[in-house]
């Protein structure tokens, strides 16, 4: 089956590896007899309104960030309609941040978003930094990876986290909340990247965007030795930094 | 406010600490008796550095400094009496330290890391700033490039007598010469251009008005000739180049250095491009410290390499070449080089993740590894992030039974050598702290002097 990912803006917003995370999608879509098929959309390009699969957003640092804050709300209707429909979204710190109404910086400026996830970010004064574990219950596992953001992100009344921390800081340090996840779209701030540590978590959006495609979802496990080592080590650090600060 | 302690009281005293760390083995005592004189009178610096003769002189750069400040020091030492904080100890600690040893020197050289640069050249007020290149480094412990570029913008602002030694193929580095006595320094060699930005290219964007710079030739990184195509903002004016550029792989480097007093043809035994832009801003500092091209050109051929950047070690019948790694743009150079020299089959590679390697380590999956997987028989993956490594190169195409994982750094160094033939090199990419503890391991085993021997 041909996975279709968008992967929105690759040249600004690719801040923390988020190579990393296509290329493991792309290498588990491949050992399952499948195949990952990653256009990039960057400024000014149109969205392929029913054409993608998984929709990929990254990171970026501020200026990046700025710079294509305006061009995503262009795009907010293809996307929206996108989402609406069933296809899956994969969104990374700053990317996570867009996908989310507003962010509103120190001074009080406002950089707009697309209100995809039911939430909303603040910049706050001290950066949160460190290695994170959450226990993801919906899913029954753990998820493990490295945080990085001044933001802190509030989610609406009954929104759903894509996790609660067992150590870090997590959406704003203060909720107990990481993340958050509305049909098919998944936002966090976890990177470090996040899918070689965490497979279950890849297979999960693989099996995501299979369903969109309309191919079988079924994916076979692999030996993930490897994976999980780092998975151990990342949430030993975490772990290491005792309480959820 | 405290009365100062008499200064030579103090030192003498300090001195003294740093000789009995040294003795209880801690770690070469490079930088304690900076902390206390730093903790005790951070006032005592700058009255330390103002009894050199002929002054101060600071280098930095995310990549590079250590080694431009000893080819810096290399070209000056015949002609004038150095203070060098030759042991990489670059924070204002480090540099207390070494300003505890002035002796009977006459003038300051400090490698400054990005981030103390400003309290530094607050300080010391040096004379002149050798800046090389700002890459994404850390974003951790140093934030985002954006910041650092920000904090040195207004540092240099506060020095309008120093002269500005800079790298004018870094658009924001090169930027700092507007409004500044300035000497730029860039290269110019076309045919040595990448055919597109690497995927860790960081300062694409215009440094005005954000578009994407159009680059005539991009050599090491964002570095190169860049120009806007909006509002035109451009690379300066190059008062020094590096001209006919020869790689000659791992064995070295030649290029003609151009300069307003005159063009040399230089031979470097470094290896790679980012080693000429290091000889490039090192000759270009000592042209204008006042030295002459001769001197710059005995002194750069003279240079065989800095602590632990590139370095080749006998290890009975076998070499160990170890380069250092510790981030995206010094990492696709240091595999540029070994591919276009003589690409390892076997390599031991150690990613760890102490504060000063950085905690985060998804640096590793920005990256170019690719380029070095084609020929790799064998990869020893190492250090405290070993498992996360190994998945690097995993997902970059090596099979996974080509692939040991092995975090102790002295068991990976023996796995390493073991498939490595009697007569052969064997190729190590460290980061910073295990570079520190690979070379203690092999120093303890008699082959190599331990850097604080060598750096006194
Ligand atoms: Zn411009």
């Given amino acids: 089956m041909r996975i279709r990912v968008g992967h929105l803006y690759p040249d600004y917003l690719n801040i923390y590896a988020d190579r990393g995370n296509i290329a493991v999608l792309a290498e588990r879509a491949r050992l399952r007899g499948h195949e990952l098929d990653v256009h990039a959309i960057g400024m000014r390009d149109p969205v392929p309104a029913g054409e993608i699969d998984l929709f990929y957003v990254g990171g970026g640092q501020d200026r990046e960030q700025a710079l294509v804050a305006h061009d995503l709300v262009e795009k907010e209707k293809p996307l929206r309609d996108a989402a609406e429909e069933g296809a899956a979204f994969l969104a990374v710190c700053g990317g996570y941040q867009l996908l989310g109404r507003f962010y509103r910086d120190v001074a009080g400026d406002e950089l707009p978003g697309i209100g995809l996830l039911p939430l909303h970010t603040v910049a706050g004064q001290r950066r949160m930094i460190g290695d994170v574990l959450l226990d993801c219950d919906w899913a029954g596992q753990t998820m493990a990876g490295f945080e990085n953001h001044a933001g802190r992100t509030i989610l609406d009344e009954g929104a759903a986290p894509l996790g609660r921390v067992i150590s870090g800081f997590g959406n704003n340090g203060a909720s107990g909340a990481e993340g958050c996840r509305w049909k098919r779209v998944y936002g966090t701030y976890l990177h470090g990247p996040l899918l070689p540590r965490n497979p279950w978590f890849a297979d999960h959006m693989l099996a995501e965007a299979l369903a969109h495609a309309g191919g079988p979802t079924e994916l076979a496990p692999l030996p993930d030795e490897l994976e999980r080592a780092a998975h151990e080590v990342s949430a030993q650090r975490a772990r290491a930094r005792g309480g959820k600060h | 406010m405290r009365p100062p302690i008499p200064l030579a009281l103090e030192s003498a005293a300090l001195r003294a600490v740093g000789a009995l760390s040294r003795v209880a083995g801690r770690g070469g005592g490079t930088t304690l008796p900076g902390k206390l004189l730093w903790k005790l009178d951070p006032g005592a610096i700058d009255r330390l550095a103002s009894r050199l003769e002929q002054g101060s002189v600071l280098v930095s750069a995310t990549n590079g400094k250590t080694t431009s400040a000893a080819m810096v020091a290399e070209i000056l030492r015949p002609r004038v009496r150095i203070a060098h904080n030759s042991s990489g100890a670059n924070l204002v600690s480090g540099i207390a330290s070494t300003l505890l040893h002035l002796g009977d020197a006459q003038l300051g050289l400090f490698e400054v890391d990005e981030a103390a640069l400003p309290e530094v050249a607050r300080r010391i007020e040096p004379r002149a700033l050798l800046l090389g290149n700002l890459f994404r480094d850390q974003l951790d412990r140093y934030g985002e490039l954006e910041l650092v570029a920000a904090l040195w913008r207004e540092a240099m602002a506060s020095l309008p007598d120093a002269e500005l030694v800079v790298n004018g193929d870094d658009p924001q580095v090169g930027d700092l010469a507007r409004g500044h006595r300035a000497r730029v320094f860039g290269v110019d060699d076309p045919r040595l251009a990448r055919p597109a930005l690497q995927h860790a290219a960081d300062s694409k964007y215009c440094l005005r008005c954000g578009t994407p710079y159009d ?242």
């Fill in chain 2, 215 to 456: 680059y005539a030739a991009a050599y090491v990184g964002h570095l190169g000739d860049y120009r806007c195509p909006k509002c035109g903002h451009a690379r300066p004016p190059l008062d020094v180049t590096a001209r006919d550029i020869e790689l000659h792989g791992l064995d070295g480097a030649a290029f003609t250095l151009a300069a307003p007093e005159g063009t040399v043809r230089v031979k470097l035994a470094l290896p790679g491009l980012y080693n000429v832009y290091n000889a490039l801003g090192a000759g270009s500092l000592a042209l204008t410290l006042g030295a002459g091209l001769d001197d710059v050109r005995a002194g750069l051929e003279r240079f065989s390499a800095a602590f632990g950047r590139f370095e080749r070690i006998e290890i009975g019948d076998r070499r160990l070449l170890m380069l250092l790694v510790k981030n995206p743009a010094g990492a696709n150079e240091a595999v540029r080089t070994l591919v276009e020299g003589r690409a390892p089959s076997v390599a031991v590679v150690a990613l760890n993740d102490a504060i000063a390697d950085g905690r985060d380590v998804s640096w590793i999956w920005d990256v170019d590894f690719e380029p070095l997987v084609a020929g790799l028989d064998r990869l020893v993956a190492t250090g405290s992030r070993a498992a996360e490594l190994a998945l690097r190169f995993a997902y970059g195409g090596l099979a996974r039974e080509r692939i040991d994982v092995v975090p102790s750094l002295e068991a990976a160094l023996d796995r390493g050598l073991e498939l490595t033939p009697a007569g052969g090199e064997l190729v190590v990419l460290p980061t910073y702290t295990a570079m520190l503890a690979l070379r203690k391991i092999v120093a303890g085993r008699g082959h190599v002097s331990n850097y604080w021997e060598s750096a006194a």
